[in-house]
């Protein structure tokens, strides 16, 4: 019974960001719903949908060089939010890579502290 239940990107900034798992970045009525416009896609898997997707071939691995997408990153999630729409940071699990730039988003473009 709860398989069957719809789960939800984590909201980060109220009607703007959010945070999810690639299942839910190809969920193509949950994306309609929820009007989301970007997603930014953290893996090695490449997608396909009716929403813009930038894919950052990203690995799951310590040895992985996320901090050089850091800033594209940062200014797509800024450039789509300042527009008025919304958007979607999407990794195959939706925690560390996911987690990682959001923070530096909200540590660049929201001036928040690591803390």
Do not use: W
């Not at 901090?67 to 800024?78: K, M, N, T």
Request: proline share 3%.
């Amino acid at each position: 019974e709860l398989e069957s239940l719809k789960q939800y990107p984590v909201e980060i900034l109220s009607g703007l960001l959010y945070l999810g798992d690639e299942k839910q970045s190809a969920d193509c009525s949950l994306l309609r719903e929820m009007k989301i416009s970007l997603i930014i896609l953290l893996s090695q898997q490449s997608m396909k949908g009716n929403q813009a997707i930038v894919n950052f071939p990203v690995d799951d691995s310590v040895k992985s060089d996320l901090y050089s997408s850091f800033e594209r990153i940062c200014d797509l999630i800024a450039s789509t939010i300042d527009s008025g729409s919304r958007v979607l940071i999407a990794s195959p699990r939706g925690r560390s890579r996911c987690s990682a730039a959001t923070i530096a988003f909200l540590m660049k473009h929201r001036k928040h502290t690591l803390q």
